[in-house]
């Protein structure tokens, strides 16, 4: 922290409102308690902790997407008038030229089956739309739906209630969901991808009359079916899928033997249902990205971390690549958002 701006604007608000001078030594003892406090109380607050966990994570998922202009937290400092607007989390702009300004809400509802929330109250839709507007921007709401791990991104004035709010299920935010315009895709690739873990030949034994074997690892490979994946790129994207996506490791690796001679042992990752298309879906990018960020945030349930380590671009090979390659054949999906199907904005 080379420069503790917001540090030192906390520290001059407690003395402010307290009459006391900032460089009084005594005003930082009493700030450090303070401050020792606050921060109990807000590692306390699960529905704080997720919130901003949420928050984090919505900006790093654009981020490694790579698909927009300028990306910047919108929400900190004053704004006035105070009553009539309310700053959203992000701005962003497009590279099209198209500027949102995203407000992110975090959605658990333990019920798989009752994925709806009462997003915004009538007063609090207008005055992020006053903001919104008097910038020049449109708003848009990004929510996560987190029992799920699912990510939308929604335009809050297509569903205005008859109250004059918001309320939305996972259903209608998936069909109206604009996140594509961010470079989420649905992947597709063919079944299975295999990690093959080779054996050195020099320092492995035969297979004795037991099946035993004492064996050494001398490398390992990628493939997809029965293609090996040798280019770094591919490798990078091909692990993403096996680590992040929605196919399944299968129970028992297959050992590949030559005689009495342990070559390999290959670990097996397939959809959850076969397919005879040709190729399988994966998942979309958001919800690989929320799988990583996951790993990295939340132990047995609970926030652990704020933020995982950012990952800038990590799927523009991957958006690049389009149809992919021999070794790793790509089927990309850009779903773009149904506005006009009839309903009431709740998907009943």
Known sequence: MDKP????????????????SLRDPKTIAEFLRHTSGEVQRATSNEALLHGHR?????????????????????DGGRCFPEDRYVVPD???????????????????EPDPSQQHRRLLSRRYLEKLDSYAK???????????????SIWTLVSPGRLIGTDGGVDLDMGTAIRVNELSALGDRTIGTRPPLRLRVLMDPQRTSTIDAQGNVSATIGGTALYCEDQEITDPNEQEIAWVFIQHGDWLEDEAPEAIIDHNRLLAIDFRWNPVEPTEQGF?????????FARYYAQHTIESGEVVQLRAPLRPNWFKPLLDMGGG?????????????NFETSGDGHGK
């Open 5 to 20: 701006f917001e540090l030192l604007a906390e520290l001059g608000k407690f003395s402010r409102e307290r009459r006391i």
């Open 325 to 337: 390659s021999r070794s790793l054949p790509l089927w990309q999906f850009s779903l773009q958002p």
């Open 134 to 148: 008097a910038t020049g921007a449109e708003l848009k709401i990004a929510v996560y739906w987190a029992r799920w």
């Open 280 to 288: 399988a879906l994966v998942g979309t990018l958001s919800n690989m």
């Open 90 to 108: 992000f701005r962003i702009v497009l590279r099209d030229g198209a500027h949102w300004l995203v407000e992110v809400k975090n959605v658990y």
């Open 54 to 74: 949420t928050e984090a994570m919505f900006e790093s998922l654009i981020l490694s997407l790579g698909q927009f202009q300028l990306l910047k937290a919108e």
